[in-house]
């Protein structure tokens, strides 16, 4: 599932809404909350400083999220993903 960073909704809030659907639950009701596995604020406002082509990757809920430097939001099932670390930030 994929999200774009076009519509001026913050990455952290497109992450958990994407979750939230997935998992079939209301968003506030995500165990763990995001900030337990990322600080929602340094991920809405971490590519206003890097280069354009960089993305974090982080597990959240069991699914493997990945952020790109547009904004856009990718999420799927951790086991049909690579094994991202506990948080990753790269530059392509």
């Known amino acids: 599932m994929t999200s774009s960073g076009a519509d001026d909704v913050p990455a952290s809030t497109r992450v958990i809404r994407q979750v939230a659907d997935r998992e079939a639950v209301e968003p506030m009701r995500l165990d763990p909350p995001l900030n337990d596995v990322v600080d929602p604020d340094a991920l809405d406002n971490l590519f206003e400083r890097t280069a354009p082509g960089g993305y974090v990757l982080f597990e959240y809920c069991g699914y493997a999220v ?5 904004g856009s939001v990718h999420v799927e099932a951790a086991a049909d993903a690579e094994s991202p670390p506990p948080a990753e930030l790269r530059e392509e």
């Open 66 to 70: 990945r952020v790109e430097s547009d």
